[in-house]
Structure formats: C-alpha cells, structure tokens
C-alpha cells in the first residue's frame, strides 16, 4: 500500500531533505510550500499523514492543523522550531498527534512517521467481543466503526486519543506506564516523549470526564501510569 504524506513546509533544503528519506521509504509525498497551498491539496489529494511546520505563510501550522483535523482523524505531526512546552501543549491540543523539535534526526521522524501509520491503519483489527463493542460505565467504544459514545452521544476523538483509550479500555484495572502506552500508541518511546503523554490524556480527560479535575475513568497512579477503572 502507497501511502500518501502531506509535507506542509516553506524551507526548501528542509524539503529536499525530508523528500529523500520519505520517498526512499517508498512514500509518496505532497508538498506545500504555505499552510493555503496544504489544505487545497488535502481536500483534492487522498492523504494518509500531515507533516506540518509551524512558521508559514498564509496559514500557520496551528490553523493548518485545526482545519486537518476537523475533517479527518489521520496523523498529524507538528515540526517546529519552537522549544517550549507552551508549543507543544499548543499544538497537541489542537489535535497533533505528535510533535517534533527542529533540528531533529530525519530517521527518528521516519520511524515516528512508521510507527503512527501502521497503528493508524490497524486500528480496525483490534480483536473484542463479536459486535467490536467495549463498555465502561457510560462509555461505548466501537472498534469496528472506530467510534466512541458516551450516553450515546458521539465524542469525537483524535487517532492518538482513540489508541490510548483502546488500550487502557481493554484492560480495566491494569496499569500501563507513560512508556509503555506511547510505545504502544506511537512506537518507539524518547526521553521528551512524556509531557506529550500528559497533554493526549489531559485532553482525553476533557472529552469523556464529568469532571477532569477528579476523573472517573482514567486515573493517575502516582509514580506508576494510568489506569482505567473497572466500573
């Protein structure tokens, strides 16, 4: 299967670059030179995953990614310059699945790109009851249309946000680490990896809790990981 990678991104030596790896890797890549020029060709072009720069013209990355994920749950990857947490938080808020800091090692971002498309794309093979439904207390995951309700109201989820809460839902009570849910979510786990953790289970806390602040379903089990609770 060919994949398709949506490369948003104005500095060319950084294209050249990321051109070479990609398509050595047997993808097909889309590029966009402005944030405008990316959304005319992900609503022409099937995409299967975004690389998005944060600095551009026209469009910045941020609004790029607003606009993605609005019409559709694939992976997005944020590359930016900009070090701060604040960006980062920033920027998985709006729906990224992963954020990565420029400079950074072109074979460290093939294998995050690897790692989010083979989860993506096997999301629909997760093995459950017959009718692919798991039920906790209010919530209803559907792994077959890849949806989630609770008191039967549609939650819309990110890729990444539905992967963790595949994981944790199928295991009610088992604690997972931090490094074991990104492996599992993302791949290969890196020392800057937690924060991004946090961030998809804060914002997953947001859709499905009553009240986030003291949560029914996803529980922090200080020192350990994360938890959901058997109801």
């Known amino acids: 299967m060919n994949f398709n990678i949506l490369l948003a991104e104005d500095d060319e030596d950084i294209v050249k670059l990321l051109k070479l790896y990609l398509e050595n890797e ?13 959304s005319e060709i992900f609503d022409k072009e099937k995409v299967d995953l975004a690389l998005v720069d944060i600095m551009m013209p026209r ?3 941020y609004e790029l990614t607003k606009y993605i994920r609005k019409k559709s749950n694939i992976p997005i990857i944020i590359l930016s310059a900009a070090q701060l947490d ?9 729906g990224a699945d992963d954020y990565m800091v420029k400079p950074f090692n ?14 993506f794309y096997k999301l629909g093979n997760v093995k459950d009851a017959d009718d692919g439904r798991i039920s906790i207390g209010e919530l209803t995951l559907d792994t077959h249309m890849l949806t989630l309700e609770k008191k039967g109201v549609p939650i819309n989820l990110t890729a990444t946000e539905y992967k963790i ?13 931090k490094m074991q849910i990104y492996e599992e979510v993302n791949g290969d786990y890196y020392a800057n990896d937690d ?4 961030v998809h289970i804060s914002n997953l ?10 949560p029914r379903y996803i529980k922090t089990v200080r020192g350990l990981g994360y938890k959901i609770e058997k109801q």
């Not at 809460?165 to 680490?177: A, D």
């Not at 924060?195 to 946090?198: A, Q, S, V």
């Open 165 to 177: 809460l595949v994981m944790l839902m199928k295991s009610p009570g088992r604690v997972f680490t």
């Open 106 to 119: 072109p074979l460290e971002l093939i294998a995050r790109i690897n790692a989010n498309l083979r989860r």
């Open 205 to 214: 806390r947001d859709k499905i809790e009553d009240d986030p602040k003291n």
């Open 86 to 94: 604040s960006d980062k938080i920033l920027g998985l808020n709006l």
């Open 59 to 61: 469009m910045n990355g």
């Open 26 to 38: 047997g993808y097909v890549v889309l590029w966009a030179k402005d944030g405008v020029e990316a």
């Open 195 to 198: 924060n991004t953790m946090m």
